[in-house]
């Protein structure tokens, strides 16, 4: 879009540019400007055309007829050219110096520059440096693919290994050079797209716009298969450095679970690929466990979000079966964010098997290397189903065996048992009769030995009581006499010997012998048990000592 400055008659100036910042903020700088979102432009009355056009004017911006005659009309100061303030409707910015008047004499008149002119100067210095196109190489940044952009300003940025800005270029990309390029992409099977983060050589031209005094490149050109080489060479030279230290089959010579449902998942949360994977587990009707760990897998912030990811799974690694890593489809230089070697080397020694989804089935990423492959975030899902129904089907099938096994051998045990009761009776009764025999003869034994031991105990009792008799006389008569005395000393004790000497016995009612004195308050009635009879009486209560 062309910067220029319009009034269609209804009182408001309506300024149009490309998106700029430091446009922008001039234009802010506008007394009652305001942004109208339909027009995609910002409108001003047009009671402040001096304002606008003596601070859009340096800037580069070309102005209508009536913008023009209400300047004059408002005693607008500028001589302004009618051929430089509508030069911007051509692709060709238009000069401002006479190339004839070169080496003025210093000190006059003529040797001062007006900032056209210097403008001038310094771009024909650049043409003559560089009066051809050129190729250059750079990575994109800060560019805008809006359709509706008729011209593309963008940097194109040289980085170290540490990803840290060396040099950058303002480039320029017009309406027809970015309507082949994108033809060209699109003939080629759309590769990539011109974006943010990717490297790209081009062809151009480089120039300064004399208005804004702006050092710049135009694209005119793509080279489509360098930035797929560049991907495809990081691509080789990584497999090649980790098949030179052992590494590509260390992941994938991990024993595969029998059972892989405990499933660790490292994508972008929200995407495809990761509702692809959660609807293929879910389908399967079997009981997956997802542990999901959200990363980028696009740009600069790629590598540094998926190595955390695969260091928390590290850690956590005794509560998973594998490991799964996916990304849906995009172009070959979305994909190139997940070529890294710090990340095909964290995957390669991971301690888990690491299943790889990325992209499409043509696809190839560098993890493809050194994980278990599949071609899309959907059959890496799909893999890990497939393996769990296996397991079902093999436990299913063992089953099966031991059942089969089983009824063979109960009928087999069947056949024997019967074989085996069909002798019972038979042997039954063999033994039964034999030990009938032993039981008889075991029976006669015994007899003999009880009347043989009866007649032995027999024989003892009578030397026994024939001993007994004189002894026991002489005990018995010795604890009479025991018996006696001790007779005679309870009978001395008995209370009742005391009562027959004139003392007598207090009870209460209750039978209980009264010892003490506070138990018979006044009125209580007490029985008094004499030698002869017993006496009711009633006590006056205890008398104080």
């Known amino acids: 879009m062309n910067r220029r400055v319009t009034n269609d008659g209804t009182g ?33 009355p047009e009671a402040h055309v001096v304002a606008v056009v003596e601070r859009l004017h340096p800037e580069g911006f070309a102005f209508c007829e009536v913008t023009l005659r209400l300047y004059r009309e408002r005693g607008g100061a500028l001589a302004l050219d009618e051929a430089r303030v509508t030069q911007v409707r051509t692709a060709e910015p238009a000069r401002f110096y006479d190339p004839r008047d070169t080496d003025p004499r210093p000190g006059s008149a003529a040797s001062d520059l007006t900032v056209s002119q210097l403008n001038g100067k310094v771009r024909a210095a650049l043409e003559a440096a560089f009066p051809a196109s050129i190729w250059l190489v750079g990575e994109v940044c800060s560019y805008n693919r809006g359709a509706h952009k008729s011209i593309v300003g963008f940097e194109l940025v040289e980085r170290d290994a540490h990803g840290k800005v060396l040099a950058e270029i303002k480039a320029t990309l017009f309406e027809r050079a970015r309507g082949e390029i994108e033809r060209r992409l699109a003939a080629a099977g759309n590769p990539f797209q011109i974006e943010d983060e990717i490297q790209i050589r081009v062809r151009g031209r480089v120039e ?41 089959d260390r992941n994938r010579s991990l024993p595969f679970p029998a059972l892989p449902l405990r499933v660790g998942l490292v994508t972008s949360l929200g995407s495809d690929a990761y509702n692809d994977v959660i609807g293929t587990f879910k389908e399967s009707g079997f009981a997956f466990d997802v542990v999901a760990h959200g990363v980028r897998v696009q740009g600069r912030q790629t590598e540094p979000s998926v190595l955390n990811a695969l260091d928390w799974f590290r850690a956590h690694a005794a509560e998973l079966d594998v490991l799964l890593i996916c ?7 979305d994909l190139a964010w997940l070529d890294s070697e710090p990340i095909a080397r964290a995957v390669a020694t991971f301690p888990l098997p690491v299943v790889v989804g990325i992209g499409h089935e043509r696809d190839i990423s560098a993890l493809d290397f050194v994980g278990w492959r599949e071609k899309t975030p959907t059959a890496a899902a799909a893999f890990l189903v497939k393996r769990v129904s296996d397991a079902k089907e093999r436990v299913e099938s063992s089953l099966q065996e031991i059942l089969d096994q089983g009824r063979r051998l109960l009928r087999s045990a069947s056949s024997d048992l019967t074989r085996r009761a069909a002798r019972v ?117 205890p008398e104080e000592k």
């Open 12 to 44: 408001t100036l309506q300024i149009h540019f490309a998106f700029n910042g430091r446009l922008v903020e001039v234009v802010k700088s506008l007394p009652a400007r305001r942004w109208n979102p339909e027009q995609k432009s910002w409108w001003v």
């Open 208 to 248: 300064l716009y004399v208005p804004w005094g702006s050092y710049r490149f135009v694209v005119e050109d793509l080279d489509v298969g360098y930035t797929l080489g560049e991907a495809a060479r990081r691509r080789e030279e990584i497999r090649r450095r980790l098949a030179e230290e052992g590494l590509l």
């Open 327 to 333: 990304r849906g489809g995009g172009s070959r230089t």
């Open 425 to 541: 009776p038979r042997t039954a009764s063999l033994l039964i009769a034999s030990r009938a025999g032993k039981l008889h003869e075991a029976v006669r034994q015994l007899r003999q030995g009880a009347r043989r031991d009866l007649d032995a105990a027999s024989h003892h009792v009578d030397e026994l009581a024939s001993l007994l008799g004189p002894r026991s006389a002489r005990r018995l008569a010795l604890e009479s006499e025991r018996v006696a005395s001790r007779e005679r000393r309870l009978r001395l004790l008995d209370p009742r010997r005391v009562v027959e000497r004139g003392y007598a016995i207090l009870r209460t009612e209750q039978g209980t012998v009264l010892t003490d004195a506070a138990r018979a308050p006044r009125g209580t009635t007490l029985m008094a048990e004499l030698k002869r009879g017993v006496l009711r009486v009633r006590s006056d209560g």
